[in-house]
DNA sequence: TGTTAACACGAAACCGTTTTCGTTAAATTT
DNA sequence: AAATTTAACGAAAACGGTTTCGTGTTAACA
């Protein structure tokens, strides 16, 4: 790179001293016009441009904000993460986004480097490894170093900080009801393993709803995906349990049960139901269309971020952890029967 | 946020000076055995972490590499973002990610603050906009202050410096070979306008192909989308022509032909042959799935960081600027015909 | 003519760290 | 006993800014 130009090139240059250049450069009225109109245009024509990791530095906050998700290539997420820098953007900060790949080890690494002074707070969304093993001295490190931290989707009670959520139990519910309401009545649901808890609330919903009914939750029609195993396997046997629907807790679940269906000509959603989770394209250009609970990613991300810059503005109010609960909400598409 | 335990406060507290930490904390032998082990047990137990910003001021690089991309809610710059940060982590960079939302303006303000110290380098996608209006002064500020700049996937000849992109030419000669192959024989084509140049390339592909063969390229089978109005309206009058196939230059578009050949009761491929492009979840998903054009989105980014990352350390060496060509290829699924 | 105010600028500290180059005292060599 | 090493540490500069607090000069005023 080439040899920056810096406000002591232009001291140098000018024959001025640093602090007349800065000054200057701020067009205060300390310095005389001529003074001013000499450094400003030697600067301009040098495009001076002032450095960013001085001014951090000197000034202890960086308008950084550190994110760390499990993954990017994923509509959620992705639209999390856009929700988030809108949200960052509009009162001047940038992020930094980091990806965890639902490794413990990598999210604990990304973030030591993160809470090194290189931003001023974060927005994590949990690692499924973590969440798996509950390992959370490196959150708790975080808290106690009082760096400002907001907990997104995928959070642990056992961490002190403001968190946004999914109403994943009432999403759940939803979904199982309208299943319910169009006249399904043997309900399969295909969720995540026990540890990823916005799956056990999900399926704590689905219960509820059927209990509502007097239905008894058939073992049979649950079905845990393990994500290292191949998934359609998974689904497959539920078939056999004479079931009219399925709930499944996202859309690829809900795209491989539609691909099992249509492979054993079963029609939907005359024969199967199947409503999904996570609003993406999927869902959107399937055939047949996919009625899915919509998360309101884009929401959430700015929720997150604005809970996060108050925290961090603020310094000095005394804070209390706060949970900001997002409804979401049934988008009914083809893969449902009309409501009556 | 609480009062963080510097080096200084280390010294202080011991009544040693802050050299004397310093190199007792990296085990220096210049330090005795004992001063060390005082000053690393109070280190431990106080949780100190060097500061981040400090380190790169002094050390006058940030370990950072700048990513700008046109949106992030999209299945092929996703994978890019992971692809180089996957690349970006194996050499112990990390990544600080910006969207330009393809307006020009955003891209000119997030290149500015990046250049600034920020980063080490940049990876940047072109907006929309930049591409159609041309105006790359901030680009070119860029190159002539020599920081490390590679374009990836939209990219402006103008700007002489590193480049990955896809063989956008050979890709719409092969999507549209195979349409031929199948015998297919009007073969409609959903481009985006002559400014972007992905877009055009692809289409030149086409035309080759078509030219070939002999075919005369029939202007009323060209679409030209324009993404601000409806999509599918703008579709919808090609189907008149009498087409027997569609290349779609991304996945939506294709999606959204498939949906308006159902409408149609046109069956896919017996009548009508798909092929798509970016190798998305939605031509995954979708019935019947669609044929498309792979971009390798992941090779794509580890290849630009691995050239930024080249430049970035070897700054000595007098340097040549190179494009990188990734050959994409077509992945058959069910929208078209299997090839005799 | 002496005092004061305004003007224009510079010196120096600071943010947190590293690193070079002393410096002092003890240990070793002659 | 004098000279030289060596061990263990500190002072200070440097990275690139900002900001507080002088300070010297000139002009205005009594």
Redesign the interface.
């Known amino acids: 790179?080439?040899q920056?130009v810096t406000i002591k090139t232009i001291a140098k240059e000018l024959g001025v001293s640093t602090s007349t250049v800065s000054k200057a450069l701020k067009d205060s009225h300390e310095i005389s016009k001529e003074t001013k109109e000499k450094i400003q245009a030697y600067a301009n024509h040098y495009?001076y441009?002032?450095?960013?990791?001085?001014l951090?530095?000197r000034n202890q906050k960086?308008k950084l904000i550190g994110v760390i998700v499990p993954?990017?290539?994923?509509?959620f997420f992705?639209?999390i993460?856009?929700g988030i820098?809108e949200g960052a953007s509009e009162k001047g900060y940038?992020?930094?986004?980091?990806?965890s790949d639902e490794s413990h080890t990598k999210e604990v690494e990304n973030l030591?480097?993160l809470?090194?002074?290189?931003v001023d707070g974060l927005i994590v969304s949990i690692a499924n490894e973590t969440l798996e093993s509950k390992s959370i001295k490196h959150f708790q490190?975080l808290v106690?170093?009082?760096?400002?931290l907001v907990l997104l989707d995928r959070v642990l009670d056992e961490i002190t900080c403001d968190k946004v959520v999914v109403d994943d139990f009432g999403a759940g519910y939803k979904a199982t009801k309208h299943l319910l309401n169009t006249g399904c009545k043997r309900i399969a649901i295909i969720t995540t393993p026990e540890y990823v808890n916005v799956g056990t609330h999900r399926r704590q919903g689905y219960e509820k709803a059927l209990l509502e009914r007097k239905i008894t939750v058939d073992k049979k029609l649950i079905v845990e995906i393990d994500e290292k195993q191949n998934i359609k396997e998974q689904i497959r046997p539920v078939f056999d349990n004479g079931i009219d629907a399925i709930f499944a807790v996202n859309e690829?679940y809900a795209?491989k049960s539609?691909?099992i269906a249509?492979e054993k000509s079963i029609r939907i959603p005359e024969e199967l139901s199947v409503v999904g989770f996570t609003d993406?394209?999927?869902s959107e250009?399937?055939?047949p269309s996919i009625t899915t609970i919509a998360q309101h990613g884009l929401t959430m991300g700015k929720q997150a971020v604005e809970a996060l810059i108050n925290r961090i503005e603020n310094?000095s109010e005394k804070y209390e952890a706060k949970t900001i609960v997002i409804s979401s909400d049934l988008k009914l598409r083809e893969s449902t029967k009309p409501s009556s």
């Open positions: 790179m080439k920056k495009n441009k002032p450095n960013n990791l001085a951090q530095l960086t993954k990017i290539v994923h509509h992705s639209t993460i856009k820098e940038r992020i930094m986004v980091c990806f030591k480097v809470s090194n002074g290189s490190d106690s170093e009082e760096i400002p690829i795209a539609i691909r249509k993406g394209l999927i250009y399937a055939t310094e």
